[in-house]
């Protein structure tokens, strides 16, 4: 999906059918990544060869979902206060959103769910806190990679304004602070992460062609972090808002390197068309891989870093997966794990060897 000058990366998860492993692997998998008696070669060797099967490896949030229907009850109980005739069998979904009365304004009632949602989740969980931290990282590791890259000192300049002046805009903050392209952020938030808050959704703007850049994550994509030790919660916001931070950068003129061309020669022949329509999302993983593996540099424990790398991708084995036609956005999520281990930073990393390509 892509409207005015907005990319997204996260869509609705409607399952995992995305890269849902066999149930032989999924044990597989397991027992490779827990079993602390297994040499780190084994881990090593599973990831080489299936990477999106090893990342894939635990999709469930227990944690996460327990929090998501004690959340929307209460909210809904706060919701009930405020109006009086919802109906009595309301649950907060955008179908019982959609058939309420004329009476009632429904844009309201949705912000108002919304926001009261929000705030019953992180009286459980306080996600707002990791985003926070996860964001500094993300974006100091950035901007470390564009100072290194071979871009032009003008051009890192303009990259690096834009990193520095984006917000990751908390949700109560995108209703009730004062900012400009208010009413674009708000209409998008509530319709991308529907008056629950509990559709898997991140989105990186421009409001109002700028100049300042907004990212916004939905609850659901952050409660899946719920109950993991606090290491985990932050890894798992990495990757995905260093690409959330990249495609700012796209909007201030950065263009594809040549590491999405080599991407090109390892996948199946397809149209100039094919590759053109998923460049900016393609590119914007590039970076956020080039991220994680410069995070990766300061680990020693070659199990540690496999770890980590399965926390900050799995989030792509939860979202809907892209159709494989012409104009989608994005590749499959099996093949945008599979880039990752394409990248000559992460062979840095994870040195997988063999012959296949680095790019
Ligand atoms: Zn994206």
Redesign the pocket.
């Known amino acids: 999906m892509k409207t005015q000058n907005y ?3 996260v869509a609705v998860i409607v399952g995992f059918a995305a890269c849902a492993p066999r149930k032989t692997d999924v044990h597989l998998t397991n027992n490779v990544l827990k079993n602390a008696t297994l040499k780190d070669q084994d881990v090593h060797t599973y990831m080489c060869k299936s990477p999106a099967q090893a990342v894939c490896v635990d999709v469930t949030s227990v944690m996460g979902d327990k929090i998501k229907k004690e959340g929307l009850t209460s909210a809904i109980a706060e919701l009930r206060k405020k109006y009086p005739t919802l109906p009595q069998n309301f649950d907060g979904t955008d179908s019982a959103l959609d058939q309420l009365s004329a009476e009632l304004n429904k844009t309201k009632v949705k912000n108002d769910l919304l926001l009261l949602a929000d705030k019953a989740y992180r009286t459980i969980y306080d996600y707002d806190k990791d985003v926070i931290e996860a964001t500094e990282l993300a974006r100091k590791l950035l901007i470390s990679e564009v100072e290194q890259s071979k871009l032009s000192d003008e051009n890192k300049k303009t990259y690096i304004g834009a990193l520095n002046t984006t917000v990751v805009m908390p949700i109560t903050e995108v209703f009730e602070n004062e900012y400009l392209g208010k009413e674009t952020v708000s209409v998008l938030v509530a319709s991308a992460c529907t008056g629950s808050g509990q559709k898997e959704f991140t989105y ?1 703007n421009l409001p109002n062609g700028g100049p300042n850049g907004v990212i916004f994550m939905c609850p659901g994509t952050l409660l899946r972090g719920a109950g993991k030790a606090k290491e985990e919660r932050i890894q798992r916001l990495v990757f995905l808002l260093a ?2 931070l990249t ?1 700012q950068m796209q909007f201030k003129g950065l263009a594809s390197d040549d590491a999405y061309a080599c991407q090109q020669n390892t996948l199946p022949n397809k149209s100039a068309e094919y590759f053109k329509s998923r460049q ?2 393609a590119n ?1 993983d590039i970076w956020a891989t080039r991220v994680l593996m410069r995070q990766l540099k300061s680990v020693t424990d070659a199990k540690v870093k496999m770890q980590k790398v399965v926390q900050s991708l799995n989030w792509l084995c939860t979202i809907q997966d892209s159709d494989d036609s012409e104009k989608a956005y994005y590749f499959t999520n099996k093949t945008r794990i599979e880039n990752v281990f394409k990248l000559k930073e992460t062979e840095e990393q994870i040195a997988c060897g063999g012959s296949a390509p680095r790019c």
Do not use: C, K, N, V
Request: charged share 20%; aromatic share 0%; proline share 0%.
């Open positions: 990319l997204l990366a990186s690409h959330e495609h900016q999302e914007a």
